[in-house]
């Protein structure tokens, strides 16, 4: 929870530096969904095709790539919501965000 709150708060620097977005549109939205949804899909396809998965005895390389693949899917799911968040915010009407 504590690292979901701080890759947040980063999540200005990292969408508005190096992507130079400012303010965020519907296609850093777009893109941030499309790195979300491939790093599951990366990390399945990459379990299925490494030797390291082929034996099913619990080993640390295995705990290793899983937790990296976790870590990675959610710091992109951090930035994605935040991002998500403000956009929600920006095309809602002001005195109706929480109906809209």
Same mark, same amino acid.
């Given at each position: /929870? ?8 980063? *999540?200005?620097?990292?969408?508005? &530096? ?10 850093? #939205?777009?893109?941030? +969904?499309?790195?979300?949804? &491939? +790093? ?11 030797? /390291?998965? @082929?034996? $099913? @005895?619990? $080993? #640390?390389?295995?705990? #290793? ?12 799911? *951090? ?8 956009? /929600?915010? $920006? ?6 965000? *929480?109906?809209?």
């Amino acid at each position: /929870i504590i690292f979901y709150g701080q890759v947040q708060s980063w *999540a200005p620097q990292i969408v508005l &530096g190096p992507l130079r977005q400012s303010p965020p549109n519907k296609w850093v #939205a777009w893109l941030w +969904c499309i790195s979300l949804v &491939g +790093c599951p899909l990366f990390l399945g396809s990459f379990m299925q095709s490494s030797p /390291i998965f @082929e034996t $099913r @005895e619990p $080993r #640390a390389s295995m705990a #290793a790539i899983l937790m990296l693949g976790i870590y990675v899917f959610a710091l992109i799911f *951090a930035v994605n919501s935040s991002v998500h968040s403000y956009l /929600i915010v $920006r095309y809602s009407d002001n005195d109706k965000v *929480a109906m809209n």
